[in-house]
């Protein structure tokens, strides 16, 4: 009989706007919205409302007394607005989210070193040579909890379960700062009752094809015919969708893997234009080449492809890059290259998204 598993899944509660009220924390018990690019506060010191706003930004996230109207991330800020127009609103500050980010991943890594980074507010952590049974894993998960609040004062909830698909769904069960623990024994009680869209992996297009077979709960989706699904989905997606339901899920937790690309990328709120805009976009597009030369520099990498992403107003996006000789993660160069790349695309229409890309990575061993 194989060892048994111990995979925890460490997700941040409402990370950024939870970083946002370290900085304010007068908004805190407030309906509040991270998203958008605009100031923080108002001449008069106020905070700005969704009512206010003007734009096509998105939700980056939101407290949990926000999304009580039934805003959500990645949701447009003129239609939150409409939800609660008395929300209010602050821009991201990525930089700050990246800095709670490395303290809370380096407080987890000190007691669990097993760790699996999948994005900036969450992580795969395996318990499995540190637990010899679900007590242990629990006061492990209790322990990463204690550790990530006295590093960052933010709060985190936890999954554990026997695999990584587990244990993310067992992390949404009890938010925020929930710690959950879910045996392969608490499946049927526990999953199969919730709506097939819990399981990571099966979108709202999924979704709707399965309801139409009839399939609505992930019990319901257990209990199919593999056939049909394999029939329906494609014998790879359709033979993991009945694997998953049945709380099946084999994958490592991979602690280290090489990035192929670093890159940086902002979609402005108002198209600009190449001429009128120049000097905005200029400003931005330098930002955006130094912002990428402080990722290459902590992450400890360079790159000899430099390449340039662009969007259009029509939403047609264009791409060009240009391999150098030698790696560089010098801000001056990446800039320079970039905007040679920018040189060979037609600027006739209005911009909606820049973005610069360093590949063909290499790590940092020193200047040539």
């Known amino acids: 009989m194989p060892p048994m598993r111990f995979i925890a899944h460490v997700d941040m509660d409402a990370f950024y706007a939870s970083v946002e009220l370290l900085r304010y924390p007068e908004l805190r018990g407030k309906p509040l919205v991270i998203g958008g690019r605009r100031r923080a506060t108002s001449e008069d010191g ?5 009512r206010e706003y003007k734009g096509r930004g998105v939700i980056t996230t939101a407290t949990y007394e926000a999304r009580a109207f039934g805003v959500s991330s990645g949701m447009a800020l003129m239609r939150a607005a409409k939800k609660a127009p008395d929300a209010l609103l602050l821009p991201a500050d990525f930089d700050e989210y990246r800095r709670y980010s490395r303290a809370f991943k380096e407080a ?11 994005g900036i507010d969450e992580i795969y952590v395996d318990l499995s040579a540190l637990a010899a049974e679900w007590a242990d894993a629990h006061d492990l998960a209790r322990a990463i909890q204690g550790a990530v609040r006295e590093a960052t004062r933010l709060s985190c909830s936890i999954g554990v379960a026997p695999n990584k698909l587990l244990a993310k769904m ?23 009752p919730l709506p097939v869209r819990k399981v990571n992996g099966v979108g709202p297009k999924a979704a709707a094809r399965l309801e139409m077979l009839g399939i609505r709960t992930v019990g319901e989706l257990a ?14 997606h359709g033979a993991w969708m009945h694997q998953a339901a049945n709380g099946r899920d084999e994958r490592p937790v991979v602690t280290h ?23 905005t976009l200029s400003r931005i597009f330098t930002e955006l080449c130094e912002g990428l030369a ?36 010098d801000a001056a160069e990446i800039r320079r290259v970039a ?30």
């Not at 987890?108 to 999948?118: G, Y």
């Not at 067992?170 to 199969?192: N, Q």
């Not at 893997?257 to 000097?279: G, M, V, Y």
Request: proline share 8%.
């Open 46 to 50: 106020t905070f700005p409302t969704l």
């Open 108 to 118: 987890v890594r000190a007691i669990a070193p097993q760790i699996e980074d999948r």
């Open 170 to 192: 067992a992390s949404e069960m009890d938010k925020p700062g929930g710690l959950t623990l879910l045996p392969e024994s608490d499946i049927p009680e526990r999953v199969w």
């Open 223 to 236: 209990r199919a015919d593999p056939a049909l699904l394999v029939e329906r989905f494609g014998e790879k």
């Open 257 to 279: 893997s090489e990035p192929k690309s670093i890159s940086r990328e902002t979609t402005f709120e108002d198209d600009l234009h190449p001429e009128h805009d120049r000097e």
């Open 294 to 329: 402080r990722d290459l520099e902590r992450k400890g990498y360079a790159g000899r492809t430099i390449g340039l992403k662009l969007r259009y107003d029509n939403f047609k996006t264009l791409t060009r890059d240009r391999t150098l000789e030698a790696p560089t993660r």
């Open 339 to 368: 905007g040679e790349c920018l040189k060979r695309v037609p600027l006739e229409r209005r911009i909606r998204l820049l973005g610069v890309r360093v590949g063909s990575l290499s790590k940092w061993s020193g200047a040539p």
